[in-house]
């Protein structure tokens, strides 16, 4: 009895043993189970994430070949033919898609990318590209990269100048500023400020060169302007002081130059454009140009100007009106025009009083603002007004024989009805765009102002010569030296340059533009 119970015994413990040897096995069998398939989804995320790498470089390559592309087929290119080309030319990836494959040169074919685009709009400057890309070896791991190209404009900066350039205390600008030579900053720049030179001598002082970007404030704490040479804002000076004081979003020098040579063939395309029915107007040089008031009806009344007083830059006649004490009159064809009025020669409409004989120029000759357009005049322009809900360009540009064409600014204030950016202004001069002497106390000028061989400013006009403050709105490209302000605190005492967000997507209508497109946002979709 005791004997069969020893067996029994031994006989459970060996049965213990298998019970415990299956369930270790079966608990190992699960763990290595569990780590083969860990291995083996990591393996695949692995080389998931790789094939999805591969399709997001695949994806970023459509979009350089893309930019690569609109530089072989743009570059160089006038306005009107850049949007001769997108109109008529074809391109890749408009209305229909486009796909190539990708290759790595050591290595073969390695997957496609598929380019959509979206066209620029007449009136816009940007390009909207989305490149989807993929391997062969993961055809459904796809990467999609939307990015938003843009050609640069003259009215990017809130000034662009081709000459050295100072900007005084009391002068603040929010946007950015740049120069071909040097510049000398004495007020409070919200942008960066950049100038195409390291050095420079400052024609305003001697000693020697200077910083391409420079500054006569004193570094705090101390305050104040001195007019003499800096050694600390002179090379070699390393680094270049920071000066947050007055570069709020700093300084670089030496950059690329902006090419204010390459405006002529804009301006002859600009002239064609303003002789098409539904584009613009164009009007001759008859008498010394035209004076224009825009309206915020969406149109604008327009005259010729007979004489104007070159001291002052001030309109002394117009055609059928005599300057003179109220109540004058000047006769033309036996009849009688009133002071007040003003009209262009044969257009003028002359109207019997009921009581006398006498006629009356009712008005200037009114045309309706063609929006997206453009309007050429052969000689000066006084403008004034308020823009309303259109996009427009005024160009001054005498292409005869002659003195160059300027535009006068500051009879009266130059607005935008709104500031969301439904109105858009480009000025235009052949030389110079000009403040005139008897301008507003507190002037305001909206719009993208452009001197092609002259500069935007305003004369020194004598010791007793002082204005409160100009605020421009917009942007200013200038080719000779700009200013509203002398030394010796004459002019404007407060100028206010804001820069017009609006002016770096969508430039005045036949606005001057770069060629080049470059990359100016970038996202994964």
């Not at 007004?385 to 024989?401: F, P, R, W």
Request: proline residues 3%; glycine residues 10%.
């Amino acid at each position: 009895m005791t004997g069969f119970n020893k067996k029994n015994i031994s006989q459970n413990k060996h049965g213990s043993a298998l019970a415990y040897a299956l369930v270790i096995m079966a608990a190992v069998s699960i763990i290595l189970v569990s780590i083969l398939q860990y291995i083996s989804a990591q393996m695949k995320f692995s080389l998931n994430r790789g094939h999805r790498e591969e399709a997001f470089q695949i994806a970023e390559a459509g979009i350089y070949y893309y930019r690569w592309y609109l530089a072989h087929n743009t570059a160089g290119k006038t306005v009107q033919q850049i949007r001769d080309f997108w109109q008529n030319g074809n391109p890749y990836g408009v209305n229909t898609t486009y796909e190539d494959e990708y290759s790595d040169p050591g290595g073969g074919a390695l997957g496609k990318y598929q380019i959509e685009v979206v066209a620029p709009d007449a009136d816009s400057t940007i390009v909207m590209v989305k490149s989807t890309g993929w391997t062969y070896a993961e055809p459904g791991a796809k990467r999609i990269i939307q990015a938003r190209l843009r050609r640069p404009s003259w009215s990017e900066y809130a000034v662009s100048a081709n000459d050295n350039m100072r900007f005084g205390t009391g002068t603040t600008v929010y946007g950015k500023i740049h120069s071909n030579q040097g510049i000398r900053f004495d007020g409070t720049a919200y942008n960066i400020v950049s100038s195409s030179v390291d050095k420079y001598d400052d024609p305003d002082h001697n000693g020697a060169n200077e910083f391409g970007v420079h500054t006569h404030v004193n570094a705090p704490p101390g305050s104040g302007v001195n007019d003499n040479f800096r050694t600390q804002e002179a090379p070699p000076t390393s680094p270049v002081p920071t000066r947050t004081d007055v570069f709020k979003a700093g300084r670089q020098f030496p950059v690329a130059t902006v090419d204010f040579g390459s405006l002529l063939s804009d301006l002859d395309y600009m002239k064609s454009q303003s002789q098409i029915s539904g584009r613009g107007k164009y009007f001759d040089n008859a008498g010394y140009g035209r004076r224009i008031i825009l309206k915020s009806s969406g149109t604008y009344d327009i005259c010729t100007v007979n004489s104007y007083d070159t001291d002052t830059n001030g309109i002394s006649d117009y055609v059928g009106v005599v300057t003179g004490a109220s109540g004058s009159y000047a006769s033309k064809n036996g009849n009688s025009c009133i002071v007040s009025s003003c009209c262009i020669g044969s257009d003028c409409p002359w109207i019997r009083s009921s009581n006398h004989n006498r006629g009356r120029c009712e008005s200037l000759k009114n045309y309706d603002i063609i929006s997206n357009g453009i309007i050429f005049v052969e000689d000066n322009v006084w403008l004034e007004g308020t823009l309303d809900s259109k996009k427009l360009t005024i160009v001054a540009n005498n292409t005869s024989s002659g003195a160059q064409a300027n535009v006068f600014l500051g009879n009266n204030n130059l607005l935008y009805a709104h500031t969301d950016g439904r109105e858009i202004l480009g000025i235009i001069a052949q030389n110079d765009v000009e403040i005139i002497q008897n301008s507003q106390d507190l002037l305001t000028v909206s719009g993208a102002l452009l001197a092609k061989n002259g500069r935007v400013g305003r004369n020194h006009y004598g010791s007793e010569d002082h204005r409160n403050t100009i605020t421009v709105n917009g942007s200013i490209a200038t080719n000779l030296r700009y200013g509203f302000a002398y030394t010796d605190g004459t002019g404007y005492t407060n100028r206010i340059l804001n820069f017009d967000n609006n002016l770096l997507y969508y430039p005045p209508p036949y606005f001057p533009t770069g060629s080049e497109y470059a990359i100016d946002l970038w996202d994964e979709l």
